[in-house]
């Protein structure tokens, strides 16, 4: 929705509003990576100052570190094997949904969409009990299947609105040169849903990275930690070391900002078909 | 929505149920039953057995004393319910969840709105603004908890810098004070959560035809006016979904409060949550059983509160999304 008509392009109030508001929002991040390139001694006596001189040694040290790699690539596979889980699940069951006509396809959507009322908290000690009983606790399995479980509902909200505004017409003249409907779903309807692929996608990733709860039930090895696990055992492991810990922070959150900042304008456009009443 | 454009208004509204049927072919082959299942079983099967599972399992498993190793066998009853609801620490728990509820609602719905109409104003450096703003959601709750600690200890940065302008009197102990801790809580939630609600209240504006407020402009209506007359109104469905997902969220919380407070100081700084309670008094305390029947709690508070906002605020536009649109 455009204000074209009467937006006033240089209206300094709105600029100084969106200075303070980028301030306030990015403030703490900032602090983090700031703080990363200070020593602890300059951070005791002064916790809000500049670096003086900058220190590159903490950076340095997390980066060489067989910990933090240790625990990226733990997090990468994560999250790359939960997005493509939730995706291709995701997508099939709403192609279902969307254009198949049979009995019971409204329970199938009230099944998936009454898991948006709960998260993994509800139903976490339970899962770690059964996760238990399958074997795979300190695993990652353990915690790729319950994530792609959990992402479900909103990859199926999402994605069910733009598979349905694929024209009918298309299916039609699809049928007519004699595709069959998987046929039609292989050629026509993924390509088409891409934009809609990318934004559950990008969601289920930056979930998965970011997800705390379940790997602190699913994983106690330090072997298999994920980056958040990591961050938190690394803060109580140097909790003297704030310097350090912020180096460590800062470097762990890189992977899930790039992607968002890259993705953003998909995201916003993804959830329009989502969100309207 | 009947002032969205002619698809939208056909395919009834995102969050929404299915359209009516077309009239239906008689029946559907055997081929097609085939396809449905090959195509939805796997997500199903996922769904049913990693979600529903252990929600029926926690019934079960409440009703026991069960230390998590081996099968259940020492039958309780309802003893580890009458115990939750008799705990002091369940009540405060449950009071501070009610606070984090209504709180959450009432200062991220506002600022949330605010930024949205900002954002979606035209100006130069919109696209790196909004990227900007998302920052806080985006970054893990782990980072946030562990920088705002850092941040708003007695001796941190917050501190320091009120120190150091002269404002003595309003350095705090933020984390630790039982009036001051909730308040924190909250301030940190808004800054974490809020572009949350601004991505959702965005993506609502953009199905808001221009021109509406085109006509508007014509006919002489301010700016203020054609937000608050037509933008608003038609964003009311987005804003009542986003309100269940807060709602929800906010029963739930969980994360925030136990990276930055910790099981132990959560219940003396006033921030404990249903779902800290559960973790400290279940799993870490060895008492699976009981944790079981915690979650089982919760869930039934959730899902009546769930229920009672979808009769009363949702009903209207989402016609039994929720519920799959008998």
């Given at each position: 929705m455009?204000?074209?008509?009467?937006?006033?392009?240089?209206?300094?109030?709105?600029?100084?509003?969106?200075?303070?508001?980028?301030?306030?929002?990015?403030?703490?991040?900032?602090?983090?990576?700031?703080?990363?390139?200070?020593?602890?001694?300059?951070?005791?006596?002064?916790?809000?100052?500049?670096?003086?001189?900058?220190?590159?040694?903490?950076?340095?040290?997390?980066?060489?570190?067989?910990?933090?790699?240790?625990?990226?690539?733990?997090?990468?596979?994560?999250?790359?094997?939960?997005?493509?889980?939730?995706?291709?699940?995701?997508?099939?069951?709403?192609?279902?949904?969307?254009?198949?006509?049979?009995?019971?396809?409204?329970?199938?959507?009230?099944?998936?969409a009454?898991?948006l009322?709960?998260?993994?908290?509800?139903?976490?000690?339970?899962?770690?009990?059964?996760?238990?009983?399958?074997?795979?606790?300190?695993?990652?399995?353990?915690?790729?299947?319950?994530?792609?479980?959990?992402?479900?509902p909103t990859t199926i909200i999402i994605l069910v609105p733009f598979?349905?505004a694929?024209?009918?017409?298309?299916?039609?003249?699809?049928?007519?040169?004699?595709?069959?409907?998987?046929?039609?779903?292989?050629?026509?309807?993924?390509?088409?849903?891409?934009?809609g692929?990318?934004t559950v996608?990008?969601l289920?990733?930056?979930?998965?990275?970011?997800?705390?709860?379940?790997?602190?039930?699913?994983?106690?090895?330090?072997?298999?930690?994920?980056?958040?696990?990591?961050?938190?055992?690394?803060?109580?492991?140097?909790?003297?070391?704030?310097?350090?810990?912020?180096?460590?922070?800062?470097?762990?959150?890189?992977?899930?900002?790039?992607?968002?900042?890259?993705?953003?304008?998909r995201i916003v456009g993804g959830l329009t078909g989502a969100v309207k009443g | 929505m009947?002032?969205t454009?002619?698809?939208r208004?056909?395919d009834g509204g995102g969050v929404a149920?299915?359209?009516?049927?077309?009239?239906?072919?008689?029946?559907?082959?055997?081929?097609?039953?085939?396809?449905?299942?090959?195509?939805?079983?796997?997500?199903?099967?996922?769904?049913?057995?990693?979600?529903?599972?252990?929600?029926?399992?926690?019934?079960?498993?409440?009703?026991?004393?069960?230390?998590?190793?081996?099968?259940?066998?020492?039958?309780?009853?309802?003893?580890?319910?009458?115990?939750?609801?008799?705990?002091?620490?369940?009540?405060?728990?449950?009071?501070?969840?009610?606070?984090?509820?209504?709180?959450?609602?009432?200062?991220?719905g506002?600022?949330a709105l605010?930024?949205a109409?900002?954002?979606n104003?035209?100006?130069?450096?919109?696209?790196?603004?909004?990227?900007?703003?998302?920052?806080?959601?985006?970054?893990?709750?782990?980072?946030?908890?562990?920088?705002?600690?850092?941040?708003?200890?007695?001796?941190?940065?917050?501190?320091?810098?009120?120190?150091?302008?002269?404002?003595?009197?309003?350095?705090?102990?933020?984390?630790?004070?039982?009036?001051?801790?909730?308040?924190?809580?909250?301030?940190?939630?808004?800054?974490?959560?809020?572009?949350f609600a601004v991505i959702l209240f965005l993506a609502g504006m953009q199905n808001i035809?221009?021109?509406?407020?085109?006509?508007?402009?014509?006919?002489?209506?301010?700016?203020?006016?054609?937000?608050?007359?037509?933008t608003?109104?038609l964003l009311g469905p987005t804003i009542r979904i986003w309100g269940f997902l807060s709602?929800?969220?906010?029963?739930?919380?969980?994360?925030?409060?136990?990276?930055?407070?910790?099981?132990?100081?959560?219940?003396?700084?006033?921030?404990?949550?249903?779902?800290?309670?559960?973790?400290?008094?279940?799993?870490?305390?060895?008492?699976?059983?009981?944790?079981?029947?915690?979650?089982?709690?919760?869930?039934?508070?959730?899902?009546?509160?769930?229920?009672?906002?979808?009769?009363?605020?949702l009903?209207?536009d989402t016609?039994?999304a929720l519920?799959?649109?008998?």
């Open positions: 455009s204000t074209a008509t009467h937006a006033k392009r240089g209206n300094p109030v709105v600029y100084v509003a969106a200075l303070a508001l980028i301030g306030v929002m990015l403030g703490p991040v900032v602090y983090i990576i700031i703080g990363g390139f200070r020593t602890n001694s300059q951070i005791t006596t002064d916790p809000a100052g500049l670096p003086d001189p900058w220190q590159f040694g903490n950076y340095a040290d997390v980066l060489t570190g067989d910990t933090f790699w240790l625990q990226v690539t733990n997090s990468t596979i994560t999250a790359v094997i939960t997005t493509a889980g939730v995706v291709t699940l995701g997508v099939m069951a709403s192609y279902v949904l969307a254009r198949y006509h049979f009995r019971g396809r409204g329970a199938m959507y009230a099944l998936f009454a898991g009322m709960f998260p993994p908290t509800v139903a976490i000690t339970p899962l770690y009990v059964l996760i238990k009983n399958l074997g795979l606790v300190n695993t990652l399995p353990g915690i790729i299947l319950p994530q792609i479980a959990f992402s479900l598979l349905r694929i024209p009918r017409e298309l299916e039609e003249a699809a049928f007519i040169d004699r595709c069959s409907r998987l046929g039609f779903f292989w050629r026509m309807v993924l390509p088409l849903s891409v934009p692929l990318i996608g990008i289920a990733f930056v979930n998965s990275w970011n997800s705390y709860l379940l790997p602190l039930f699913i994983l106690n090895d330090q072997e298999t930690f994920t980056l958040p696990l990591g961050v938190q055992a690394f803060a109580s492991q140097y909790s003297v070391d704030t310097a350090k810990v912020l180096a460590f922070t800062s470097l762990s959150m890189i992977p899930a900002l790039v992607f968002f900042s890259l993705f953003e304008r | 009947s002032l454009s002619g698809t208004v056909r149920a299915p359209p009516p049927a077309r009239p239906r072919r008689r029946g559907i082959g055997w081929a097609q039953r085939l396809e449905i299942v090959a195509l939805s079983g796997p997500a199903i099967l996922m769904f049913v057995g990693f979600v529903i599972t252990p929600v029926l399992l926690a019934a079960y498993y409440g009703f026991y004393r069960w230390k998590g190793f081996g099968p259940p066998t020492n039958f309780v009853g309802l003893d580890n319910y009458v115990t939750i609801l008799q705990d002091k620490l369940f009540h405060e728990a449950l009071w501070h969840n009610a606070q984090i509820v209504v709180l959450s609602l009432v200062l991220q506002p600022i605010g930024l109409l900002l954002l104003k035209k100006m130069r450096g919109q696209s790196i603004v909004r990227v900007l703003i998302f920052v806080p959601y985006v970054i893990s709750e782990v980072i946030v908890g562990t920088a705002w600690a850092l941040l708003l200890q007695s001796q941190g940065a917050v501190n320091g810098v009120l120190r150091s302008i002269g404002l003595e009197g309003l350095a705090k102990d933020w984390l630790a004070d039982p009036s001051l801790a909730i308040w924190t809580l909250m301030l940190i939630l808004t800054w974490k959560y809020v572009g035809p221009e021109e509406l407020s085109e006509a508007a402009a014509m006919d002489g209506a301010t700016y203020w006016q054609t937000q608050w007359r037509i608003l109104p709602v929800i969220g906010a029963l739930q919380l969980f994360d925030l409060v136990y990276i930055i407070w910790g099981q132990y100081v959560a219940s003396t700084a006033g921030t404990s949550t249903m779902a800290t309670y559960m973790v400290s008094e279940g799993r870490n305390a060895g008492n699976y059983g009981y944790g079981n029947a915690v979650a089982v709690v919760l869930f039934i508070i959730s899902m009546i509160i769930a229920l009672v906002y979808q009769r009363l605020v009903r209207r016609e039994g519920t799959g649109g008998r």
